[in-house]
């Protein structure tokens, strides 16, 4: 599910582990200079508020990818100043912020 998510559907890029952690699940993606270590967690919780922010050179074609996909993302917001912004769950309900600058 979380392949699905950030890989096929936002876009990372599914990066190895190193052989010492890859028994213990999960997996790493990464854009540029960014890595994201997902883990598993069997009592894991999602935050309401604690979120990652991503930004994206295209919010309007990554919003379509998302929902053909089956991930709705929220409204677009502009109240963040030099922003268009929208926030999408992952498949955990991580809340995701998608960030376009203007």
Known sequence: ???HFYVDAVGLREISKPASLRDRGGFWIAAGSLEVHL???????PARKA???LLIEDLDELRIRLG???FEPGPIEFELSGFR???VDDPFGNRVELMQSL
């Not at 883990?39 to 919780?45: L, Q, R, V």
Request: net charge positive.
């Open 68 to 70: 053909d996909r089956g």
């Open 51 to 53: 979120h990652v922010a």
């Open 85 to 87: 912004r929208c926030y």
């Open 39 to 45: 883990g598993i967690d069997a009592d894991f919780k």
């Open 1 to 3: 599910m979380a392949r």
